[in-house]
């Protein structure tokens, strides 16, 4: 067994390539597109050593091509998940008793692989399952998943240093930081491939064991990230991957006296439901289930009349639209000063005019397709209901799911600030905005406020300090990650660690030592060198 006080890579964040006309990396991506879509895959679940096929195959499509076949995934049930379970239980021991650095090892070799010779592949696989340009599944798929997995290995390194003081002579106080006593659940959703890779990583590599679903329209992805969890070393039973419905899901993991604790992102009612059943089962648990949760937002712009125009319709073009306006992190709602208003329209419909919309194998395209029928069902009824209500259309308010699931950039204008458009999550290209009085800023800041359940993320447009302050300050609530003239998306690990709280889930922080203090549970050791032979203290001498 190794001796020593082992130093880790010092992470930096992973170089972004642009993907220009002409360099390497577009060639090497287009041909990764290009082999992806010429062959129909096969896509097992990973339980323990096993690659399971059930034969009830689920077809794969592009969002943005509903009619071409990717291939199929093996979908199970609650044996599945069970089994899944057991295989984790069955690996932990083994797995939390290996030295820390060995499991650094395997997460820093995953790092490499995806940011080397995996990056096309699954930089493809992120555009063609889920509908990225090039650019959106680069800083996803390949950097942020690096980083996270780079970082939170400086993370954990950094967490085991942490040690108590020495108390006094013939004392040794130590802090021992063990896994979770159990099996922690990863619930993952479809809109970033990143998250589908730190779920489950992050607790494992604080020496968990985990059973991962991911959503169903992430599953193309997430098979090339197990593939490389698999050639890094990650062993049987540590992570493994069900493709089942929530329910069936659930009755197992939430039954179980092992489930430890649940890393999760996605819907708040599905979250809240969670949080529920685990609360009516809490007798039934070996410890109290950790309950780690990133669960969306109604995303705010707030400008001053200090703003610039053209800066502020710049980020809202790209703080609404980048993606389809499919990230947690997405402007949603903002609030425009009457004074700048004109403008910021003038220059967010120029911009819209040029944007091209259609599959993200066209690098020309900067809207792709939403994900799936269901969202683009609930995002065409948003956009009727503004139509019908007298909403202004500013732009966009078109849509077409005849070869995919296409939604154009659509900004409305509200009269009323708490219009549904302005209140309720979307999640898709609807940005609404509402003008208001150039010298009510202070009353725009509590409609911001108090508008929202959410507290996910937000931005002050602002070249006024004193006006930037004074948003800072009575919106520290109302979002966990916060930006001074820039748009409201874009957190990068290390830098601008992730996450909100409100109905916006738990905060704690992907990206951070925060989050991997949460699939940790202390242990303290006093170790006496000489110890005491007489129970008298010395105040009981006599005078």
């Not at 930089?123 to 950097?143: H, P, R």
Request: proline share 6%; net charge negative; hydrophobic share 40%.
């Amino acid at each position: 067994m190794l001796k020593g006080f082992f130093n880790v890579p010092e992470p930096k964040n992973e170089p972004v390539f642009d993907y220009a006309p002409g360099t390497p990396e577009r060639a090497k991506l287009q041909a990764a597109l290009q082999e992806a879509r010429s062959k129909e895959i096969d896509v097992p679940m990973y339980i323990g050593s096993e690659e399971v096929r059930t034969g009830n195959k689920v077809p794969l499509s592009p969002p943005h091509d509903h009619q071409h076949l990717l291939g199929h995934f093996h979908e199970g049930d609650k044996s599945h998940v069970e089994q899944a379970v057991n295989a984790a239980l069955g690996a932990k021991e083994a797995w939390e008793t290996m030295e820390w650095e060995q499991r650094a090892a395997i997460f820093l070799k995953a790092a490499d692989l995806i940011a080397g010779p995996y990056r096309y592949k699954i930089n493809a696989a992120t555009m063609l399952g889920q509908s990225k340009n090039a650019f959106q599944a680069e800083i996803d798929s390949a950097c942020e998943i690096v980083d996270f997995l780079r970082f939170n290995v400086k993370y954990m390194t950094d967490i085991y240093k942490q040690q108590p003081p020495i108390s006094g002579d013939g004392v040794w106080n130590r802090l021992e930081q063990r896994p979770l006593e159990g099996f922690v659940f990863a619930l993952t959703p479809f809109n970033f491939t990143a998250i589908a890779g730190n779920l489950p990583t992050a607790p494992a590599m604080m020496g968990n064991t985990v059973v991962w679903k991911p959503a169903y329209t992430q599953i193309y992805a997430a098979n090339v990230l197990m593939q490389v969890f698999r050639e890094a070393g990650v062993p049987d039973g540590v992570i493994n991957l069900v493709y089942v419905d929530g329910p069936s899901a659930g009755e197992v993991i939430f039954e179980h006296p092992e489930f430890a604790g649940i890393h999760f992102t996605g819907s708040t009612a599905v979250f809240q439901t969670i949080w529920k059943t685990i609360g009516n089962n809490i007798e039934k648990y070996k410890s109290y289930p950790r309950i780690v949760g990133e669960t969306g937002g109604k995303d705010f712009v707030i400008a001053h009349k200090s703003a610039d125009a053209k800066q502020l319709a710049t980020g809202l073009v790209r703080g609404a639209f980048e993606f389809q306006g499919q990230k947690c992190s997405a402007a949603s709602r903002a609030y425009v000063p009457s004074n700048l208003w004109e403008d910021v329209k003038k220059y967010m419909q120029e911009d819209l005019s040029t944007i091209k919309m259609g599959g993200p194998e066209d690098f020309s395209n900067f809207v792709n397709a939403v994900i799936d029928e269901k969202s683009f069902d609930k995002i065409a009824k948003y956009i009727d209901n503004a139509k019908n209500d007298g909403l202004e259309v500013v732009a966009g308010g078109n849509y077409d799911k005849s070869k995919g699931y296409f939604v154009e950039p659509t900004v409305l204008l509200a009269k009323d600030p708490m219009y549904t458009t302005m209140c309720e999550e979307i999640f898709g290209p609807v940005l609404t905005i509402y003008v208001y009085q150039e010298d009510h800023f202070e009353e725009a800041l509590e409609l911001v406020d108090k508008t929202s359940p959410y507290g996910l993320t937000g931005a002050i447009f602002s070249h006024d300090r004193y006006a930037a302050q004074l948003a800072t300050q009575k919106l520290r609530n109302a979002a966990g990650n916060f930006y001074i003239n820039d748009k409201p998306t874009g957190a990068v690990v290390g830098q601008q660690p992730f996450g909100g709280a409100r109905k916006s889930g738990t905060n704690d922080k992907a990206g951070a030592m925060i989050n991997m203090l949460r699939w940790v549970s202390p242990r303290t050791i006093k170790e006496t060198f000489v110890t005491p032979t007489d129970y008298r203290y010395p105040f009981q001498g006599e005078d």
